[in-house]
């Protein structure tokens, strides 16, 4: 089955930072793009982050303003995203995502992390 | 930045209803676009892929149709498990944009 799991979630203040990371399985992970996806509470989905196969081309959300880093290791067929200077608006729900590119789309997804900000 | 317009925002329904959610892009996307259900709890589903393809195992009421800046996604006959949240998404151009979301409750 293939499956995606998120950790690394938690309460952290405002400033502070924090690493997430995924971990696939029941896939070649190395074959496709990847994605972070999150929802605020009470709000939509957001696309945050996607990096390609091989990690030569990453493109963010405008909103991050260079706070967030994506990264992978598919030698361990895991996703990383590193967010630092944390702020309130940045607490919800994290998704990691596998991405069949852009006639396939946004197919797998992991059940999600919780992010908490606040003081 | 592509934007991306839903409508309705929310929408009342009684089982066996026939409903319609429209998502129009601010430029042209061809087909690269889906539709996703969300349930609270939940990680969310794609329903729909190239606009129009539906994904395996998703039931046959659900379909989409469109191309170029206007989708829809229809529901033929709601079953109480499709009351849910549905989101259009555009994979045409980074950033990668969902529309605002319509919250699907039963009347």
């Known amino acids: 089955e293939e499956q995606l799991v998120e950790s690394g979630g938690g309460l952290v203040k405002p400033g502070e930072s924090l690493r997430l990371s995924c971990a696939a399985s029941?896939?070649?992970?190395?074959?496709?793009?990847m994605n972070w996806v999150r929802q605020a509470p009470g709000k939509g989905l957001e696309w945050v982050s996607s990096?390609?196969?091989?990690?030569?081309?990453?493109s963010y959300a405008d909103s991050l303003k260079g706070r967030f880093t994506i990264s992978r290791d598919n030698a361990k067929s895991s996703l990383s995203l590193q967010m630092d200077s944390l702020r309130a608006e940045d607490t919800g729900v994290y998704y990691c995502?596998?991405?069949?590119?852009?006639?396939?789309?946004?197919?797998?997804w992991g059940h999600g992390t919780t992010v908490t900000v606040s003081s | 930045d592509i934007q991306m317009t839903q409508s309705p925002s929310s929408l009342s329904a009684s089982v066996g209803d026939r409903v319609t959610i429209a998502c129009r892009a601010s430029?042209?996307?061809?087909?690269?676009l889906g539709w996703y259900q969300h349930k609270p709890g939940e990680a969310p589903k794609r329903l729909i892929y190239?606009?129009?393809t539906l994904q395996s195992a998703v039931p046959s009421r659900f379909s989409g149709s469109g191309s170029g800046t206007e989708f829809t996604l229809t529901i033929s006959s709601l079953q109480p498990e499709d009351f849910a949240t549905y989101y259009c998404?555009?994979?045409?151009?980074?950033?990668?944009?969902f529309g605002q979301g319509t919250k699907l409750e039963i009347k």
């Open positions: 998404l555009q994979q045409s151009t980074y950033p990668y944009t």
């Open positions: 990096i390609n196969s091989n990690s030569d081309y990453i």
């Open positions: 995502v596998r991405d069949r590119g852009y006639y396939y789309g946004l197919d797998v």
């Open positions: 190239a606009a129009s």
């Open positions: 430029q042209d996307i061809r087909k690269d």
């Open positions: 029941g896939f070649i992970f190395s074959h496709f793009n």
